[in-house]
């Protein structure tokens, strides 16, 4: 529980791997907020009141990659970016992707 909705940045953090990223309540009909790029996401529901900055949490355990033309259409969840780093890890591929307005890779 913690580890999906911790309480602060610090607890992100400290539970593991986590790109954090400022972005701005925009519903709660369904949960969304948004990048400072414009780009809107599916959030967790919370108490934070529409209009609000927020810090949203992406684990990359959840994250996947697909090709541009898969993504056109789709519902809020999927960011744009370009691959800039892959790292093959023995278990698997760290990939960093760099996201408009958005000043780490992800």
Known sequence: ELYQNPRNRFVAEF???ANLLDAQVVSHQPPQARLPSGQVLSVADNAVPTGSGC??????????LR???????EAAGSLAGTV???AFE????????????VAAPV
């Open 15 to 17: 539970l593991g791997g």
């Open 55 to 64: 810090t949203v949490v992406l684990r990359p355990e959840v994250l996947g």
């Open 67 to 73: 090709p541009d033309q898969d993504v056109e259409g």
């Open 84 to 86: 800039a780093l892959r």
């Open 90 to 101: 023995g278990h698997g591929v760290l990939h960093e992707v760099e996201v408009p307005g």
